[in-house]
């Protein structure tokens, strides 16, 4: 394989995974609270909209940052109040969340198909962005690329290194505990809730603004489902979300080169791609009972209020 094509590989793989890496870190910080939110789907595809529409309106990426993270988190309030007020099931609350989210985002964006937007700009970085190949792969992103590098860092550092971030993973590991020492355990999920319900409106965003400049219905494609098995896939880690991200990122990508390499394998097959390899990795991942145990927070998916101790 050509070199140049290589480095086109890899820079592209970045760009396919950073909608994961924004939706799967968002996840991830729900979870640790030790809730389980499967409306990932919904809240992307109506993050996506909301930030395509104030796009084509306003012309300023900031405002369409700010409006699909909004929608999404406002999407993650409605999971909240169901599962933390009203102490609804969390699985079937999640996937109501989804269905809700994909109609009303097409049903949003009945206006708006037919609109190409500009595009987000790679940043050129003086002399950074000129070395050869280091330069083109590591500085030669847009900003929302760069941003989700950053919200990497900051998680990291918050999850393991914060006092917020231990009574955050408290919470998720023994909320009754973390209650008895005087923590608001609901108002702390809430938090949490409403932060992944934001990161995944924004990854939405990356993708209807940034990644493929245009609104069509559906576009977010499964990957919210993949975001969410990818938390699992890492172990509730952060370091391994990025890893995972990029290289299902790389799986998406693939199906692009493959048959230009001269390899014959249907189309329908290749789009597959990255659902066959999610398929595998949770098959795979669960054959592994103890390790999950060891890993996931232990009040994950459980109904919990304080006053029915």
């Known amino acids: 394989m050509d070199g140049d094509i290589l480095i086109q590989i890899l820079v592209a793989s970045i760009a396919a995974g950073t909608p994961f890496v924004y939706a799967a870190l968002g996840e991830l910080v729900t979870e640790k609270s030790g809730v389980l939110n499967l409306g990932v789907e919904g809240m992307m595809l109506v993050g996506a909209i909301s930030g395509f529409i104030a796009m084509a309106k306003s012309g300023s ?3 369409a940052v700010l409006c699909g993270m909004t929608a999404g988190a406002l999407m993650a309030l409605i999971f909240a109040v ?6 609804a099931n969390q699985v079937a609350s999640g996937l109501a969340l989804t269905i809700f989210g994909v109609g009303l985002s097409a049903f949003l964006g009945l206006k708006y198909t037919s609109i190409a937007l500009p595009g987000v700009p790679e940043l050129h970085i003086p002399f950074l962005s000129d070395i050869p190949v280091a330069g083109q792969l590591l500085f030669s992103h847009d900003i929302l690329i760069y941003s989700s590098l950053v919200l990497f860092g900051f998680i990291s550092w918050f999850l393991y290194k914060s006092k917020a971030g231990l009574i955050l993973r408290g919470i998720g590991e023994a909320p009754k ?11 702390i999920r809430y938090l949490a809730v409403l932060f992944g319900g934001a990161m995944a409106g924004l990854g939405g965003v990356y993708l209807s603004v940034a990644y493929t400049p245009m609104w069509v219905e559906g576009m977010v494609a499964g990957r919210g489902w993949v975001a969410l098995a990818l938390v699992v896939f890492a172990s509730w880690r952060p370091l391994r979300v990025m890893a995972g991200a990029y290289l299902f990122g790389g799986i998406t990508i693939a199906q692009f080169h493959i048959q230009g390499f001269g390899i014959e394998i249907p189309s329908q097959l290749l789009s597959m791609l990255p659902y066959i390899a999610t398929i595998i990795v949770l098959v795979l991942i669960s054959r592994d009972q103890k390790s999950i145990r060891l890993n996931s927070p232990a009040s994950l ?3 919990y209020h304080p006053n029915n101790q």
């Open 61 to 63: 990426l900031l405002v």
């Open 301 to 303: 998916g459980l109904t």
């Open 82 to 87: 169901l599962t933390l007020t009203l102490m």
């Open 177 to 187: 505990s973390a209650h008895a020492l005087g923590y608001n355990v609901i108002g």
